[in-house]
């Protein structure tokens, strides 16, 4: 997170999710859950990504990066 831009953290986290939802194919094989299972579905991830306090995985760092085209 940057300096002082915790205010929008939630909001970015938000975009992210449903960024992994939309291209969920893309990142699917990435996509796991505390247990280490792949989501099976993309309304899996999201429920699961959607709740307060989960944390984010490698797939999150990629999406982000697609959304502010960083690479």
Same mark, same amino acid.
């Given at each position: 997170? #940057?300096?002082?831009? %915790?205010?929008? =953290?939630?909001?970015?986290? +938000? +975009?992210?999710? #449903?960024?992994?939802? %939309?291209? !969920?194919? +893309?990142?699917?094989?990435? $996509? @796991?859950?505390?247990?280490?299972?792949?989501?099976?579905?993309? =309304?899996?991830?999201? =429920?699961?990504? $959607?709740?307060?306090?989960?944390? $984010? @995985?490698?797939?999150? !760092?990629? =999406?982000?990066? %697609?959304?502010? @085209?960083?690479?």
């Amino acid at each position: 997170m #940057l300096y002082d831009t %915790q205010v929008m =953290a939630r909001e970015m986290r +938000e +975009e992210v999710v #449903l960024h992994v939802k %939309q291209y !969920f194919d +893309e990142f699917c094989i990435l $996509s @796991n859950h505390r247990g280490g299972n792949n989501f099976k579905t993309s =309304a899996v991830y999201y =429920a699961y990504m $959607s709740r307060t306090y989960t944390y $984010s @995985n490698l797939y999150d !760092f990629l =999406a982000t990066g %697609q959304i502010l @085209n960083y690479y």
